[in-house]
């Protein structure tokens, strides 16, 4: 069975760091694609970044390019989302999703199968 744990959460203020971990069983990095999601309130779920070993890429939405950083540890079987230079509009429930995107694709929603349940970050200004 696939499962996808995100922890990490919490508040910070603004410029601080947060990292984010989701834990996931059931498949490899080999298998699947990792990204991470956020979904603020009254606005559409987005992607944030992918990890995607199959292809060695990485990928980020300018919104987060140069402050977010996404990594994986084999062992832990985790991905990583490194949120440093937090800024208030990051503020949103966090989630990471397995699938085979497209990787042209890759903010698609619809491009991945499992989802984690979500943790919440809020950033303070």
């Known amino acids: 069975e696939v499962q996808l744990v995100e922890s990490g959460g919490g508040l910070v203020q603004a410029g601080e760091s947060l990292r984010l971990s989701c834990a996931v069983s059931?498949?490899?990095?080999?298998?699947?694609?990792v990204g991470w999601f956020r979904q603020a309130p009254g606005k559409e779920r987005e992607g944030v970044s992918l990890?995607?070993?199959?292809?060695?890429?990485?990928y980020y939405a300018d919104s987060v390019k140069g402050r977010f950083t996404i990594s994986s540890d084999n062992a832990k079987n985790t991905v990583y989302l490194q949120m440093n230079s937090a800024k208030p509009e990051d503020t949103a429930v966090y989630y990471c999703a397995a699938g085979t995107p497209l990787l042209r694709l890759w903010v698609n929603t619809q491009e991945y199968d499992y989802w984690g349940q979500g943790t919440q970050v809020a950033v303070s200004s």
């Open positions: 059931g498949f490899t990095f080999d298998d699947y694609a």
């Open positions: 990890f995607s070993r199959r292809d060695n890429s990485t």
